[in-house]
């Protein structure tokens, strides 16, 4: 059971357009919501996070929106660069849960 | 000097040959976890510890096992491997949260294959 989607496995975006990565979760218990980004090679790294008490959270070029009704969220990055090409997962989890449940992955790719 | 790292980086075995994956970290960190990657699959949860004395399955614990030798050590064993094991293996470590995990921080990964 799939508690958190990324029904994209990839992704290509022109250099300097939006790039958005969508995610949905099944699970209402779910409050807090990460993205991890990947490249090759290397293990995640953390990108950016949202809280369920907010709707918006933006650092720099990223941006995260989460939609609680819909039970959705999306990260948008603004301009997109080459650097931006890797695999981004989203991942979940909820107050004294302490784990984290992540998503399949969407692979990104910035065409120069 | 990396945080968090991993031994070996890279691991061809053969079926039924008894392997460890060793993860050491100098971030301080109480928690430890080991995921596996699979295409399609994403990262997947084997096991994780809150301390030394702290051991937990995660969702997909059979035919794994670990053992938590110290606060920086955490290794992962697959005593009898099979191909299906065949994947790219990751510890991550992260501080004490507030009821939430804090952030993660993952090794480079090794990437085991079982023939």
């Known amino acids: 059971d799939q508690q958190v ?38 293990g995640p790294t953390f990108l950016i996070s949202i809280s369920s008490i907010k709707d918006k959270n933006e650092d720099g070029r990223f941006t995260v929106f989460l939609n609680k009704s819909a039970k959705h969220l999306s990260l948008h990055i603004v301009p997109s660069q080459p650097g931006d090409s890797a695999v981004y997962f989203c991942a979940a989890t909820g107050f004294g849960n302490e784990k984290l449940t992540f998503g399949t992955g969407t692979r990104l790719t910035i065409i120069p | 000097d990396a ?29 430890m976890y ?37 606060q920086a050590k955490f290794s992962l064993s697959l005593e009898s491997a099979i191909p299906n094991q065949t994947a790219l293996y990751f510890c991550a470590t992260s501080d004490r949260g507030q009821g939430y995990t804090d952030t993660q921080y993952f090794g480079p990964g090794t990437r085991l294959t079982v023939l």
């Open chain 1, 5 to 42: 989607k990324q029904n994209s496995p990839s992704l290509s975006v022109q250099e300097g357009r939006i790039s958005i990565l969508n995610c949905d979760y099944t699970n209402s218990m779910f409050d807090y919501f990460l993205w991890y980004k990947k490249y090759p090679a290397e």
């Open chain 2, 3 to 31: 945080d968090v790292t991993q031994t070996p980086r890279n691991r061809i075995t053969k079926t039924g040959k008894r392997i460890m994956l060793e993860c050491s970290q100098t971030k301080g960190h109480d928690r």
């Open chain 2, 34 to 70: 080991w995921y596996r990657q699979d295409p399609g699959l994403g990262l997947r949860l084997i096991y994780y510890s809150f301390d030394v004395k702290d051991i937990n399955k995660g969702e997909i614990s059979d035919g794994y096992s670990v053992s938590r030798q110290a």
